[in-house]
């Protein structure tokens, strides 16, 4: 089994950072892709940025110069920080993982964070 905790959200004002952390445990024999995605109220989830086990990176126009996604390889952890927040980045942000597994050893699976909130006051 895989899981990933999320930690590091909460309340900020606009202008204000914060940096989430992710951390995937279990039978993990390869961490491929390490994302954040968010869903602000009444909207559908959206991409923010992805980072590949080589550092390659995928990142949203919305955040692209503000939001900065990183990872340590030997920990299974990718981190998300995000500078100058706007309101408009007011989300439940969930970490996602593309991991191969010993339970699941032929094929990459998809897992999901609980989700961590962000609120960015103005």
């Known amino acids: 089994q895989v899981q990933l905790v999320e930690s590091g959200g909460g309340l900020v004002q606009a202008g204000g950072s914060l940096r989430l952390s992710c951390a995937a445990s279990?039978?993990?024999?390869?961490?491929?892709?390490m994302g954040w995605y968010r869903q602000a109220p009444g909207k559908q989830r959206e991409l923010v940025a992805t980072?590949?086990?080589?550092?390659?990176?995928n990142n949203a126009d919305s955040v692209k110069g503000r939001f900065i996604i990183s990872r340590d390889n030997a920990k299974n952890t990718v981190y998300l920080q995000m500078n100058s927040l706007k309101p408009e980045d007011t989300a439940v942000y969930f970490c996602?993982?593309?991991?191969?597994?010993?339970?699941?050893?032929?094929?990459?699976?998809?897992?999901w964070g609980q989700g961590t909130q962000v609120t960015v006051s103005s």
């Open positions: 279990g039978s993990i024999l390869s961490n491929n892709v």
């Open positions: 996602n993982a593309r991991i191969v597994s010993s339970i699941s050893p032929l094929r990459e699976n998809t897992y």
């Open positions: 980072i590949t086990s080589g550092g390659t990176i």
